[in-house]
């Protein structure tokens, strides 16, 4: 897709990283997914390399010159991100803005599963709810 003031375009890499941000998660899927109820259908289906970080794709975006004015319209494009791994919880961050001409980078900071949920979570849940403690305890 080619920048051109009628089809802007922003770009966005996912880091995905645990133990704080300081060890990269290979392998990873991220799913890249419109914000609007109309487009919320995946975009890119995407692994992170073992440097944690899915590679650069491009996203539509509204022009530029929407900045230049007080009501010129918003000057970003808004996306939802999926973050999956085995044995991680996974994670969705939603109305992540993507700028025309700029490289956003979303960071995701996996956090391990708790043992009492097992080891068998699919990567991409409808639901995640833990079993409350038993009253027996």
């Known amino acids: 897709m080619n920048l051109t003031p ?5 770009t966005l890499i996912v880091k995905v990283t645990t133990a704080r ?3 990269p998660l290979a392998g990873a899927s991220v ?3 419109g914000a609007t109820v109309e487009n919320s259908g995946v975009l890119y289906s995407l692994r ?12 539509p975006t509204p022009p530029r010159s929407n900045s230049e004015t007080p009501n010129g319209g918003t000057p970003y494009a ?4 999926d973050v999956a791994k085995e044995g991680y919880l996974p994670q969705t961050f939603e109305r992540v803005p993507v700028f025309p001409s700029i490289l956003s ?12 949920l097992g080891e068998t979570i699919p ?6 709810i833990p079993e409350p403690p038993s009253a027996d305890l």
Do not use: C, H, W
Request: net charge negative.
């Open 31 to 33: 799913n890249i997914r």
């Open 21 to 23: 941000g300081a060890i």
């Open 78 to 81: 808004l996306y939802t991100v």
């Open 48 to 59: 992170t390399n073992r440097d944690g970080q899915t590679e650069k794709v491009a996203l």
């Open 6 to 10: 009628q089809n802007p375009i922003g």
């Open 123 to 128: 990567e991409f849940p409808s639901t995640v």
């Open 105 to 116: 980078i979303q960071p995701a900071v996996m956090i391990p599963a708790p043992e009492s």
